[in-house]
């Protein structure tokens, strides 16, 4: 196991990590972005229900987006403190700008939950609208104060 080499994330001293939206990676073209919610390691951590209802509204917004066609991946932290977005072939600050408008739009919605049948999830009694728009309402927040120099992980 000794040549086994660490995956990027777990360089990242996650005891200093602060909420924000950080560039995690660059492979090539493709940028994966962690819009870290919650503080690790604070004992605060986000349930099920939130992470899976989140996932759901941001990838069906974000897939319908400005920037739709180049949306490779959007998904949940195993650590529960934030979500994962791979983009290629964007500037990272217009990535920021449309994240920002895709929780807006999360925020103004008012309707059933995107996917929320047993033929198109595997787990669709789980969702809970409510609960991702509290975790996003507070995540705006952050993301308000986020300037792009910001975007590079502080250690």
Do not use: W
């Amino acid at each position: 196991m000794d040549s086994i080499k660490r995956i990027t994330s777990f360089t990242v001293n996650h005891n200093v990590l602060e909420p924000g939206f950080y560039i995690s990676r660059i492979d090539g073209d493709i940028v994966t972005y962690d819009l870290r919610t919650r503080k690790p390691n604070a004992d605060s951590y986000m349930d099920h229900s939130t992470m899976h209802t989140a996932e759901h509204m941001f990838a069906t917004l974000m897939r319908n987006s400005e920037i739709a066609d180049d949306v490779v991946y959007f998904g949940p932290m195993g650590c529960q403190t934030g979500f994962y977005l791979l983009v290629k072939n964007h500037p990272h600050m217009e990535v920021f700008e449309v994240t920002k408008k895709v929780i807006e739009q999360i925020l103004a919605y008012d309707g059933p939950v995107f996917g929320n049948s047993a033929v198109e999830c595997g787990n669709y009694r789980t969702l809970n609208l409510d609960a991702a728009k509290k975790e996003f309402a507070a995540y705006l927040e952050v993301l308000k104060n986020v300037e792009e120099a910001d975007f590079v992980y502080k250690q």
